[in-house]
Every structure is written in C-alpha cells, then in structure tokens.
C-alpha cells in the first residue's frame, strides 16, 4: 500500500512564505517524477511544479522565480517552498508522484489528499 501525506498548508499574508511537504510511504521500490497541483474553487486542477527523478524542474509560468520544488531521494519526500505568495495562489495544493512498488512491474500515478493554503489581501 502506497500513499502520499502533505503537511505544511495554511493561512499566510499576501508576500508570505509557506513550505509544503509530501512523504511518500509504503511498499515503494522506485519513485520518478513527482509535482505539486493546485485546484482553486470553480477552477481545474493545474500543474505548478514538477520534478523529474534526475533533479529537473519545470513549473507553471504564474509561479516561476517565486516557488521552489526540491526533492530528498532518501527520505521518499518533495517539497515546495513558495515565497512571495499572492492571493491568487489560494488553492487547495495536491502531491503527486509516478511509483512503482516493491513487487510490481508497473508505475503508477499517486495523488495526495491535498493542502489547503489561503493567501490574505
């Protein structure tokens, strides 16, 4: 059983910081790619960032030069470290990651639970 746990999200004044957290847990034999969305209400869920198991990055052009997407292999855990946060990026933020587990010859896509963060004016 594999799942992703993200922590970090809240309530922030616009020109804030907030880091989100997502560890990756369970039967895991390899992990590839693994990214952050978000999903504000009445809106589709969107990429913001992404990161490749090789360390390259790519992100969503309202995010880039304010937020940071990092990884730590050994701790099966992304991160996202978003400065300079604007209203607009109120949203529920999502984890995803591409794993395959111990004992199976595919990869699959797994999302977390979400996040909320909420940016005030």
């Known amino acids: 059983q594999v799942q992703l746990v993200e922590s970090g999200g809240g309530l922030v004044q616009a020109g804030g910081s907030l880091r989100l957290s997502c560890a990756a847990s369970?039967?895991?034999?390899?992990?590839?790619?693994m990214g952050w969305y978000r999903q504000a209400p009445g809106k589709q869920r969107e990429l913001v960032a992404r990161?490749?198991?090789?360390?390259?990055?790519n992100y969503a052009d309202s995010v880039k030069g304010r937020f940071t997407i990092s990884r730590d292999n050994a701790k099966n855990t992304v991160y996202l470290q978003m400065n300079s946060l604007k209203p607009e990026d109120t949203a529920v933020y999502y984890c995803?990651?591409?794993?395959?587990?111990?004992?199976?010859?595919?990869?699959?896509?797994?999302w977390g639970q979400g996040t909320q963060v909420a940016v005030s004016s």
């Open positions: 995803n990651a591409d794993i395959r587990a111990v004992a199976s010859p595919f990869t699959y896509s797994y």
């Open positions: 990161i490749s198991g090789g360390g390259s990055t």
């Open positions: 369970g039967s895991i034999f390899s992990i590839n790619g």
